[in-house]
């Protein structure tokens, strides 16, 4: 694992995911299945610049159901993350605990 060449990022955000407020630091085990990574708030797919206004901490979690969705806010990359948090967990309990159920 290299480390980021944009620690100073990291470090501005606390290690914290700035969507759901998950903090990196608690202890290593907790580290290592949350995995901070940096997320560009405005996609780059969308023009978002590969700068440090337009980059903030995400956990894996968050960085991946924002995906490459259009958006142009932290806050606007909250709704997106909990709408797909949504359709995740009824696609869970819909396939993965119906399955479990036979
Ligand atoms: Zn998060």
Known sequence: ??????????????FTCQYCGWNGTTNFEQWLRGCLSLD?????????????????????????LKGQE???????GKEIIARKRAESERWFEKYVLKKLEK
């Not at 560009?40 to 991946?64: F, I, R, S, T, Y």
């Not at 259009?70 to 606007?76: L, M």
């Open 40 to 64: 560009h708030v405005v996609p780059v797919k969308h023009g978002g610049k590969d700068e440090d206004a337009n980059l903030v901490v995400a956990c894996q979690v968050c960085n991946k």
């Open 70 to 76: 259009k958006c142009s806010s932290v806050e606007e």
């Open 1 to 14: 694992m290299k480390p980021d060449p944009r620690q100073h990022i990291y470090k501005r955000d606390n």
